[in-house]
């Protein structure tokens, strides 16, 4: 008789911003390869992957990747867990703050009194309410343009 592999252990939270929502996930690896096999997806302790490319792929910039590393340096986290992500809606801009967020929220979920005060006071757990307006009718095509009246 076969034996049903034990569920991978993870931290998940959602992450927005703008139209952009990120699921993340921090699963917990064990064993001696520290491999975490998500989806037919083999992830190794340390790495990110994001909608299953490696996050290098998704957020080329090195601007970008000082942004996402800083809460997991924040909170001495850098190479503790595997992580995934799913994030759908919006553009790039959009895409890291809501994979910011989220991986905040999760990391919060490990170690509530440790970690809350310190993404706290850096501000990755508050959601960036601002989106973008929308567009008004009778207006000449953008939301708080007027449409220019005859003179005579």
């Given at each position: 008789?076969?034996?049903?592999?034990?569920?991978l252990?993870?931290?998940?939270?959602?992450?927005r911003?703008?139209?952009?929502?990120?699921?993340?996930?921090?699963?917990?690896?064990?064993?001696?390869?520290?491999?975490?096999?998500?989806?037919?997806?083999?992830?190794?302790?340390?790495?990110?992957?994001?909608?299953?490319?490696?996050?290098?792929?998704?957020?080329?910039k090195?601007?970008?990747?000082v942004?996402?590393?800083?809460?997991l340096?924040?909170?001495e986290?850098?190479?503790?867990?595997?992580?995934s992500?799913?994030?759908?809606?919006?553009?790039?801009?959009?895409?890291?703050d809501?994979?910011?967020h989220?991986?905040?929220?999760?990391?919060?979920?490990?170690?509530?009194?440790?970690?809350?005060p310190?993404?706290?006071?850096?501000?990755?757990?508050?959601?960036?309410p601002?989106?973008?307006e929308?567009?008004?009718?009778?207006?000449?095509?953008?939301?708080r343009?007027?449409?220019?009246?005859?003179?005579?």
């Amino acid at each position: 008789m076969a034996r049903k592999p034990k569920a991978l252990q993870y931290y998940e939270a959602v992450g927005r911003r703008k139209s952009a929502r990120a699921r993340v996930r921090l699963y917990l690896v064990e064993g001696k390869e520290k491999v975490a096999n998500i989806a037919g997806l083999k992830i190794k302790q340390g790495e990110i992957f994001i909608n299953k490319k490696p996050i290098e792929v998704v957020f080329s910039k090195e601007e970008n990747k000082v942004r996402y590393l800083r809460p997991l340096a924040l909170t001495e986290s850098v190479n503790r867990f595997a992580i995934s992500a799913l994030i759908k809606g919006g553009g790039r801009s959009g895409w890291l703050d809501a994979f910011i967020h989220g991986l905040s929220r999760a990391l919060e979920k490990t170690d509530r009194e440790g970690m809350r005060p310190i993404l706290k006071k850096e501000g990755y757990l508050t959601r960036d309410p601002r989106v973008k307006e929308r567009r008004k009718v009778g207006t000449g095509g953008k939301a708080r343009r007027k449409k220019q009246s005859p003179k005579r």
